[in-house]
């Protein structure tokens, strides 16, 4: 069977599980690259073997688990997510949730933290490196947001029919992205507050989840 039919498929809801692993990689778009660290290139990051050059908000050091940041969110479940380093030795923050009280609707959260770098044209910053991630490197088409309240930018991005609600936000040198999922609602406009409403009340909690302390 091709990944287009798999992905064309309406997911029921015993199927959730297989959707939320879909996420990483599948119907929800491309995979996200891993955290980019301390002199790592664009196309090859390394691994966070020091700690970042420059000031930065976020560490990879410190910055949460998706365990971790289920055990700061009790009323989700994990179903699937990267605690730390992947097997291959590059660090990631991949996780998919389903709320407690509702076993109808998938949540995603992906990260990438940018750590400063010297290049040919001098030194960059954590923060100029997450934002030209954030403002040129989008995954599509891109909706400004004002409604969610965290970070410094906001925007919507992966408009795909019946493929949930992603938000992307800009926070000094992160880039946080939280996808909203309710199978059961059919096929609604992903570009419709119904949807986006559920997609910026998870992005706030995962916001204040992985705040540094």
């Not at 995979?31 to 020091?50: H, K, R, V």
Request: charged share 25%.
């Amino acid at each position: 069977m091709s990944s287009k039919s798999v992905c064309s498929r309406k997911p029921s809801v015993v199927g959730l599980l297989a959707v939320a692993m879909l996420f990483a990689g599948g119907c929800f778009g491309p995979a996200i690259e891993p955290f980019e660290t301390p002199g790592g290139s664009d196309s090859s990051p390394s691994s966070p073997s020091g700690p970042p050059l420059g000031p930065v908000k976020y560490d990879f050091a410190d910055f949460p688990g998706c365990l971790e940041i289920q055990q700061k969110l009790p009323e989700l479940k994990m179903l699937d997510g990267s605690p730390g380093e992947d097997a291959t030795g590059s660090p990631s923050r991949v996780c998919s949730f389903m709320p407690v009280e509702s076993g109808a609707v998938v949540i995603g959260f992906e990260a990438r933290l940018y750590g400063g770098r010297e290049n040919a044209d001098g030194f960059q910053s954590g923060a100029e490196r997450a934002k030209v991630s954030f403002s040129e490197h989008a995954l599509s088409e891109v909706e400004e947001d004002r409604g969610v309240g965290v970070g410094s930018a906001a925007h919507w991005t992966r408009f795909v029919e019946g493929g949930g609600c992603t938000i992307q936000i800009l926070d000094e040198n992160a880039v946080i992205t939280a996808t909203y999922y309710d199978p059961p609602a059919g096929d609604f406009d992903p570009r419709s507050e119904e949807c986006r409403g559920g997609a910026r009340e998870v992005a706030r909690k995962f916001y204040a989840a992985v705040q540094p302390r």
